[in-house]
């Protein structure tokens, strides 16, 4: 019958039309998957920039978006001007291990036995301090010349020295305690954090005259912490920095932070993570910070960690290495949001100009493992598609 032929005929019609385009969408994903051979490189978010060295790399400052500055140990400083993809070695002047960069208008360094360089654009001046221990990290909340800045150092035995006026007074006696001190940073003259062995957290709105003890969230008290960072707001009529918020790691995958709207408000209630979530997914060391604001920051540590979170530390994106498998990463450093740097143990070093993010994971693109859980996922917006046509 006429109606049956033509259901019939209609109904074959939009069988082959839909075979037609089940056989185009294939061949587009084939022409469009790309095929990778052995030999090309998958790009994971970070490029390899090693430096030619046996030596460890123990921090690194991003001095823009292509250009940085890596110490480590026997007094070694590496400059890259290229992304990591040369590095030439520069003349420290000294032997000792070099431990920490900062800058504030110029790259000061800290090393054992009191080491303490400063860079004045062609090469590196001496001011260390005479009698100081091993220093492990610095602080610069002021510089406009050596004679004028005001910088912190901390290191072994509870020590604190601070250079004002032109000279280097010792704090050790304020600072209540004789562990060491492996991390220190000021977001202005005179309010800082000061974390180190053994779960010290310790916190001074003074300029360091006086210290007081932030007792460590209970679970982490025989953790040791490796780097703490102060978050600051700076409003139209500021002179300086208020803090805002404090974050320390170390030991075991440790991430806590403190926020708040004032110095006292900061460093008593603790952010931790929960008894059935571990955000940093580690139980390796976690060893440095740098971010571009307290909800995106970075964090490097033992084990080919590296680690993006952009919602303050809530949850982080795994930005490990395949080709680091092993190494240790010490420092990292990013000049904004997406440029930064990253070293470790034996020159390894890092690079990325994408916030280290693999592009195959970006939230722009959904990943499937083979074509039918594509096919899946697509058949019913295909078949809308055609029965709205």
């Given at each position: 019958?006429?109606?049956?032929?033509?259901?019939?005929?209609?109904?074959?019609?939009?069988?082959?039309?839909?075979?037609?385009?089940?056989?185009?969408?294939?061949?587009?994903?084939?022409?469009?998957?790309?095929?990778?051979?052995?030999?090309?490189?998958?790009?994971?978010?970070?490029?390899?920039?090693?430096?030619?060295?046996?030596?460890?790399?123990?921090?690194?400052?991003?001095?823009?978006?292509?250009?940085?500055?890596?110490?480590?140990?026997?007094?070694?400083?590496?400059?890259?001007?290229?992304?990591?993809?040369?590095?030439?070695?520069?003349?420290?002047?000294?032997?000792?291990?070099?431990?920490?960069?900062?800058?504030?208008?110029?790259?000061?360094?800290?090393?054992?036995?009191?080491?303490?360089?400063?860079?004045?654009?062609?090469?590196?001046?001496?001011?260390?301090?005479?009698?100081?221990?091993?220093?492990?990290?610095?602080?610069?909340?002021?510089?406009e010349s050596l004679a004028d800045?005001?910088?912190?150092?901390?290191?072994?035995?509870?020590?604190?020295?601070?250079?004002?006026?032109?000279?280097?007074?010792?704090?050790?006696?304020?600072?209540?305690?004789?562990?060491?001190?492996?991390?220190?940073?000021?977001?202005?003259?005179?309010?800082?954090?000061?974390?180190?062995?053994?779960?010290?957290?310790?916190?001074?709105?003074?300029?360091?005259?006086?210290?007081?003890?932030?007792?460590?969230?209970?679970?982490?008290?025989?953790?040791?912490?490796?780097?703490?960072?102060?978050?600051?707001?700076?409003?139209?009529?500021?002179?300086?920095?208020?803090?805002?918020?404090?974050?320390?790691?170390?030991?075991?995958?440790?991430?806590?932070?403190?926020?708040?709207?004032?110095?006292?408000?900061?460093?008593?209630?603790?952010?931790?993570?929960?008894?059935?979530?571990?955000?940093?997914?580690?139980?390796?060391?976690?060893?440095?910070?740098?971010?571009?604001?307290?909800?995106?920051?970075?964090?490097?540590?033992d084990d080919n960690f590296v680690?993006?979170?952009?919602?303050?530390?809530?949850?982080?994106?795994?930005?490990?290495?395949?080709?680091?498998?092993?190494?240790?990463?010490?420092?990292?450093?990013?000049?904004?949001?997406?440029?930064?740097?990253?070293?470790?143990?034996?020159?390894?070093?890092?690079?990325?100009?994408?916030?280290?993010?693999?592009?195959?994971?970006?939230d722009t693109a959904i990943s499937?493992?083979?074509?039918?859980?594509?096919?899946?996922?697509?058949?019913?917006?295909?078949?809308?598609?055609?029965?709205?046509?």
């Open positions: 019958m006429l109606s049956d032929k033509y259901s019939s005929g209609k109904k074959h019609g939009r069988t082959f039309t839909i075979a037609v385009c089940s056989l185009f969408l294939a061949f587009i994903l084939l022409l469009f998957t790309p095929s990778l051979t052995s030999e090309e490189e998958i790009d994971t978010g970070w490029d390899q920039a090693p430096i030619s060295t046996d030596n460890d790399l123990n921090d690194v400052l991003a001095l823009n978006s292509t250009s940085a500055f890596a110490i480590g140990e026997n007094g070694k400083i590496y400059h890259t001007v290229n992304s990591g993809v040369n590095w030439s070695e520069q003349d420290s002047g000294v032997i000792q291990d070099l431990n920490a960069i900062e800058f504030n208008g110029q790259a000061i360094v800290a090393g054992d036995s009191g080491t303490v360089l400063i860079n004045d654009g062609d090469s590196w001046i001496g001011n260390s301090i005479e009698g100081a221990g091993n220093l492990y990290d610095l602080s610069v909340p002021h510089f800045s005001v910088i912190f150092v901390s290191g072994t035995g509870g020590e604190i020295w601070k250079w004002s006026n032109n000279t280097w007074d010792d704090l050790s006696n304020f600072t209540g305690t004789t562990n060491d001190i492996y991390a220190i940073d000021f977001v202005n003259e005179d309010e800082g954090f000061a974390v180190g062995a053994d779960g010290l957290i310790i916190a001074t709105i003074d300029g360091g005259l006086s210290w007081e003890i932030r007792d460590s969230p209970e679970e982490f008290r025989g953790f040791s912490f490796y780097d703490v960072t102060i978050f600051g707001y700076k409003g139209p009529s500021d002179d300086e920095a208020s803090p805002v918020s404090v974050l320390i790691v170390g030991e075991n995958g440790t991430v806590i932070q403190s926020s708040g709207t004032g110095p006292t408000a900061i460093g008593y209630i603790w952010k931790v993570p929960s008894e059935n979530s571990h955000p940093t997914n580690t139980t390796s060391t976690l060893k440095s910070i740098s971010g571009s604001s307290r909800f995106k920051f970075w964090i490097v540590g680690a993006l979170t952009e919602d303050g530390g809530s949850s982080f994106y795994n930005q490990s290495q395949l080709q680091n498998a092993g190494s240790d990463f010490t420092g990292v450093s990013f000049w904004d949001g997406y440029s930064g740097f990253a070293v470790g143990e034996e020159g390894t070093a890092l690079y990325t100009d994408r916030e280290g993010l693999d592009p195959r994971v970006l499937y493992d083979t074509f039918w859980k594509f096919a899946k996922y697509a058949f019913p917006f295909l078949k809308e598609g055609m029965y709205n046509t």
